[in-house]
C-alpha cells in the first residue's frame, strides 16, 4: 500500500483529515457556501463520506466508492470557473496546512483537474 498514492498520503486518517479541513473551509466561504445551505446534517454526513471514500478509492486504496460518477453529481449545480478556481485555491491551503510533499500536491492537483470538465459547467 505504500507504493500507491492512498499510503504515500498517509492513508485513510490523513485523506478524511484533509476532507475535513476542505468541507469546512468551503462551507465557510461566502461564494461557495451555498452549495450546502439548507441541506439536513445526515446529508451532509452523507457527502463527506462519499467523498473520503472517492478520494481513497482514486488514490489506490481499499475502499470501494458507491456514489455517482462527477458528471452525474455536479449536474445543474451551476458551478462557475470562478467556483471552481476558489475550490482550487482552499485544496492548496489544505495541503498547505497538512504539508504535504511537492510529488503527492502534484499527483493530488492533477487528479482533481481531471475531473474539472464533469463538475464545471
Not at 98 to 110: I, K, Q, T
Amino acid at each position: 500500500m505504500a507504493d500507491t498514492l492512498y499510503g504515500s498520503l498517509g492513508g485513510y486518517d490523513a485523506i478524511a483529515a484533509v476532507c475535513d479541513d476542505l468541507l469546512i473551509r468551503l462551507q465557510a466561504d461566502a461564494q461557495l457556501a451555498r452549495f450546502w445551505q439548507n441541506r439536513p446534517e445526515d446529508s451532509l454526513r452523507r457527502e463527506k463520506q462519499l467523498l473520503i471514500n472517492f478520494l481513497c478509492s482514486a488514490a489506490g486504496g481499499p475502499l470501494y466508492y458507491v456514489g455517482r460518477d462527477m458528471k452525474t453529481s455536479h449536474r445543474g449545480m451551476g458551478i462557475s470557473g470562478s467556483d471552481w478556481e476558489r475550490f482550487i485555491g482552499h485544496l492548496e491551503a489544505t495541503l498547505d496546512k497538512f504539508a504535504v510533499p511537492a510529488s503527492e500536491r502534484a499527483a493530488v492537483l492533477g487528479f482533481i483537474d481531471s475531473t474539472k470538465s464533469d463538475i464545471v459547467d
